[in-house]
Every structure is written in C-alpha cells, then in structure tokens.
C-alpha cells in the first residue's frame, strides 16, 4: 500500500518547510530566529505522531511506517532543505549537519536494534550475524562523512570510527548482555526505567534551551508562540487536505494530518545545539515541540469520539 507513505512522505517534506518559509518572511524576525522555523519545518515527523494516530483511530501502520521512512530520509533530505531555504539566514553547512542528523537519530537506532537483538530478540546466530554486518557497514558509512564533513585525515577518521563502535555497537551489546543477566527478562520494570529517563532527559533540554534564549524570548516570545500555532495548525490542516483531495479514506486522512502536522522538535533542537545557536535556532523547536504534544492530543481526543464509519472502514 505505497500510496499513503508516497503521499505522507512528499507532504512532509513539502508543505511543513514551505510553510515554515512563509511564516519567516511575513514576520519581522531575526535572522536566526527564522532559520529556526525554517529547521522546525524541514526536519522529519517524531514518535509523537504516531500516539497521536493510535489515540485518534487512524491508520497507525501508515503512520509508523511514515515516521520511519521520513527519518530514514531526513540525513539527506533535511540538510538540503535547510541549506536552500534556511541558507539565506545563516550559513548552513551540508555535510556538518547529516553527520549531526546521522549521530543523533541512525546511530542511536542501530544502537537500539543491538540492544532489543542480544537482551530480548530470539533470532538464529545467523539472522545475528547479517544485522551485525549490516549495522557494521552503518557506522562505517557515517563516518565515512565525518571524513567529508570535518575534512579530517585518516588518523582522524580511524579514531572516530573506533568510537562510534564502542559507543553504538559495543557498549549496547555488553549492556544488554548484562541487562539480560540481572533483569531475567523482566522488559517491563526496564521499560519504565527507560520512559522516566527520557522524560526527564526532554525536560532538561527544553529547561536548557529556554533559560539560554530567555532575552530572545522576552522579545518574540509572545509572537514565536503565534507562528508556532500557525506552522502547527497548518500542517494539520494541509496534510489533511492533500491526503482529502488524493482520495484517501478517513483513518489514512487523520494519520497524514498528524504526520505533516507534528515535527520532530528534539531533532530539530539537536541540530540548533551543534549549530551553537541554541538560544536562537532553538527557540521555535523548543516552543514547537511541548506545543504540538497540546494540540495533537486535544485533536486525537476529539477524533477518539468521532471514530470513522462504516462507510469508511468497509473502503479498506
């Protein structure tokens, strides 16, 4: 069923970046204030969206499978919006930011993939052995553009590739060894460890990013909180429609509005950070991301009661 993730894909990466850029130029923002936007707009769905569409009764198939195709992308499609549209508000460096992309988002993937491989996967030695070299060639891969990006010699690229291996592929297997070993496979006490970790991790960073672009925020706080509002209610409101207009049925309509419509604001701030322009890129993904997790979750409630009908599901 191609056509759903072809329709989420394109309009994710086309209508939230446009909009972002429509959005910068018709307010009278610092540069750097709208090159945030622009980030928000071009950076790739997040998980959120997903529990948004399981809340909601939509298509949660399409939309995990939008979410990981859009992130798979985003090491390349990303840095290339940004460098076309944000690029005229500040200097956008290609190859620094799919290896920023690349350690914060596929690295720590592949790490995960370890990690659910030796604590709880049951796979044969030889399903092991074929992920582990594909997991392998991954990093080899990535920084075989830290080699572009930092323009670094071999010396400098062995060393790094030897810590991405004890960092994404050593340490997760050990770790889960262990945790195999200690929590006798008890996954859910350890995944309620894992949720409170990231929990807090989120707020610690949104704290960071608020307390460092506070004067900038006491300027266009008010106003970022408006264009936030509208990036967000656009994107609803447009991938609905497209998904309308391509003659998808209700559920599938619903998963494309939250797809478009909800953006990835941890990556989006990950990337202001090695930027070294958090207290200014970073304003917009800080107040987009608590504020799209409103109002994505006040439009699944309302949906929740508004399942869709018969007529509908018998389509599918």
């Known amino acids: 069923m191609p056509k759903g993730v072809i329709i989420g894909v394109f309009s994710q990466f086309t209508l939230m970046p446009l909009v972002g850029l429509t959005i910068a130029n018709i307010f009278n923002f610092p540069p750097e204030i709208k090159a945030g936007i622009i980030l928000i707009g071009c950076v790739p769905s997040g998980l959120a969206s997903n529990v948004m569409s399981y809340i909601a009764h939509a298509n949660l198939a399409l939309a995990v499978t939008i979410s990981a195709v859009t992130t798979l992308l985003s090491p390349f499609v990303t840095p290339s919006l940004m460098k076309w549209l944000g690029g005229q508000f500040i200097e956008v460096n290609f190859w620094s930011m799919m290896l920023d992309i690349l350690n914060m988002i596929i690295l720590p993937i592949i790490a995960g993939f370890i990690f659910n491989l030796f604590s709880i996967g049951k796979e044969k ?94 300027k266009v706080g008010a106003l970022l909180l408006l264009t936030s509002l509208l990036h967000n209610f656009a994107g609803y409101t447009l991938g609905y429609s497209v998904a309308w207009l391509t003659g998808m049925p209700e559920k599938d309509r619903r998963t494309i509005a939250f797809e478009v419509g909800m953006q990835n604001g941890g990556l989006a701030s990950g990337l202001a950070l090695q930027m070294g322009k958090v207290a200014t890129v970073g304003l917009a993904p800080a107040i987009f991301g608590p504020l799209m997790n409103v109002t994505g979750s006040a439009l699944a409630s309302w949906w929740r009661g508004r399942p869709p009908g018969r007529k509908e599901k018998g389509k599918r």
């Open 125 to 218: 030695l030889r399903s092991k052995v074929i992920q582990m070299a594909g997991y392998f060639i991954v990093i080899l891969l990535t920084n075989i553009v830290y080699l572009k990006a930092k323009e670094s010699d071999i010396t400098g690229f062995i060393i790094a590739f030897l810590k991405s291996l004890c960092w994404f592929y050593i340490l997760p297997t050990a770790g889960a060894v262990l945790f195999r070993y200690l929590m006798k496979g008890n996954t859910q006490l350890f995944g309620k460890i894992l949720s409170f970790v990231s929990m807090a991790g989120i707020a610690v960073i949104i704290t960071i990013i608020t307390a460092t672009g506070r004067d900038s925020l006491m």
